[in-house]
């Protein structure tokens, strides 16, 4: 069974930083993209970033690039979405995924076959 379990959210005023991590088991993780979306009160779930699985190529969704980054340890099975310069609109609760191993990054929240139960990351002005 498939599990992923999301840490490091919190509260942060507006340009502060969180590390988030993604703890993976059951499945054989460097194998599998890691996604992270967010999702705040009455919106969609958002794309943020996707790491391949060799971490040698990450995406990132709009208005994040530059002030987050994505990385993972495959000899862990974690993923981590560090992020900078906070702002209040990136308050949300935010997902890590895993989906396919492919060469162009899934973005889509569809194609990720599986989800831990989100962190909440609380940003204050």
């Known amino acids: 069974q498939v599990h992923l379990v999301e840490s490091g959210g919190g509260w942060v005023q507006t340009g502060g930083s969180l590390r988030l991590s993604c703890a993976a088991s059951?499945?054989?993780?460097?194998?599998?993209?890691m996604g992270w979306f967010r999702q705040a009160p009455g919106k969609e779930r958002e794309f943020v970033a996707a790491?391949?699985?060799?971490?040698?190529?990450?995406y990132f969704g709009e208005g994040v690039e530059g002030r987050f980054t994505a990385s993972r340890d495959n000899t862990k099975n974690m993923a981590y979405l560090q992020m900078g310069s906070l702002k209040p609109e990136d308050t949300a609760v935010y997902y890590c995924?895993?989906?396919?191993?492919?060469?162009?990054?899934?973005?889509?929240?569809?194609?990720?076959?599986?989800w831990g139960q989100g962190t909440q990351v609380t940003v204050s002005s």
């Open positions: 995924a895993a989906g396919p191993g492919r060469a162009v990054l899934p973005r889509q929240a569809s194609e990720y076959d599986y």
């Open positions: 790491i391949k699985w060799s971490g040698t190529s990450v």
């Open positions: 059951g499945l054989v993780f460097s194998t599998y993209t």
